[in-house]
Every structure is written in structure tokens, then in C-alpha cells.
């Protein structure tokens, strides 16, 4: 694979989430929410592991493609439907990454591999699964934990932390103790830790 074939990728996976109808607004700039977020996560994958494979890279930034077209509420509200609803979004991810890859030429051992890595496979066990995962939840500590503060009482995000955290590698964990938190948030880290 060329450096040319890795842009035209990114570019595709950036095509299909400007067509986000979500928006979040960042530094006073409205974004397509996937568009966004596929942007920190590519940043915080240059940060973490500089040397991160091609698969890799576009495998974090395709992690949520088009996840407007599966919404959370088309499965049922409970424990079950949200473990449901996340198993079928990996492969929903992966599938819409897939059709780009084979669409743009890539070979089919690569292309099974960025699936591979979008569907978390061997968690722990695989280097690269686990330094996606560590990404994933680096972006989700970093700008998304901070809303969940409005939603939930402190044990529910107490909770949320502390599965964020056994997901995560040491080398993750030093990473996110690295981090600018609001002094609220950081201080409900440290409890849910137990630091």
C-alpha cells in the first residue's frame, strides 16, 4: 500500500462522515459529530503510537463510520439491546470500511485486518487491538466523559470509568493520568480508582 492509497482512504472515511446529520460544535465551529470524532481519534493514534501500522490508522479512523444510520434507540433500551446494538455497530463499521477498501484496490489480507482491528478482536491480546482500545478510550476520557457528567449520578460515572479503565493497557492508563480534566472530573477519576 502507498502513502497515496492511505490518503484516498482516510479521505473516503471522511466523505461518508461529513454526511453526519449530528453536529457538535468545537471551539465555536459546527462539525458533522462522526467527522469529528474520527479527526481525535486520528490525532490522539499519532500521539499514542507514532509508528501505528496502515491498518491501524484506518482502522481508528473508520471506528464509528456512518453510526447515524444505526441510532442506539432501534434496539431496546436495556442491558441486553445496548450489548446487542454495539456488537452489530462493530460490524456495521467494519462492513461500510470494507466496501471503501475493496472499492480503492486494497488487497484482501489488509482489508481483513483493518476489520480485524475495527471489530476489537482479541482484545488484550492482540498489540494493535490494544492500542485502538487505548485510543478509543484516551478520546472518550479526553471529550466525551465530560457530558456524561449531566446525564448520571456519580456511582453510574464512577462505574463508566472504571469499565473504561480495565479496558485499557498500562501504558494507556499513564497516558490518561496525563490529560487535562475539568478539576471536577478528575477528582471522580481518582475516586473511581481509588487513587
Given at each position: 500500500m502507498t502513502n497515496t492509497a492511505l490518503t484516498l482512504a482516510l479521505a473516503q472515511i471522511n466523505?461518508?462522515?461529513?454526511k453526519d446529520p449530528n453536529v457538535e460544535v468545537h471551539n465555536e465551529i459546527a462539525?458533522?459529530?462522526?467527522?469529528?470524532?474520527?479527526?481525535?481519534m486520528h490525532q490522539r493514534l499519532l500521539s499514542f503510537s507514532p509508528s501505528a501500522s496502515e491498518a491501524l490508522v484506518i482502522a481508528?479512523?473508520?471506528?464509528h463510520i456512518c453510526r447515524w444510520k444505526m441510532p442506539r434507540e432501534t434496539y431496546p433500551i436495556n442491558r441486553v439491546g445496548y450489548l446487542q446494538w454495539r456488537q452489530e455497530l462493530k460490524k456495521f463499521h467494519a462492513n461500510v470500511t470494507a466496501e471503501i477498501l475493496v472499492k480503492l484496490g486494497f488487497d484482501e489480507a489488509f482489508i481483513h485486518r483493518v476489520s480485524f482491528l475495527i471489530e476489537k478482536k482479541e482484545l488484550k491480546k492482540d498489540a494493535e487491538t490494544q492500542v485502538l482500545e487505548d485510543v478509543i478510550c484516551l478520546v472518550f476520557l479526553e471529550f466525551?466523559?465530560?457530558p456524561f457528567v449531566l446525564k448520571h449520578d456519580?456511582?453510574?460515572l464512577k462505574n463508566i470509568i472504571l469499565k473504561t479503565w480495565n479496558k485499557m493497557s498500562e501504558r494507556g492508563h499513564a497516558e490518561a493520568l496525563k490529560l487535562e480534566y475539568a478539576p471536577s472530573i478528575f477528582a471522580l477519576i481518582k475516586e473511581a480508582l481509588g487513587l
Open positions: 466523505a461518508e462522515n461529513s462539525y458533522p459529530k462522526e467527522l469529528l470524532y474520527a479527526d481525535r481508528a479512523h473508520a471506528q466525551y466523559l465530560a456519580s456511582e453510574k
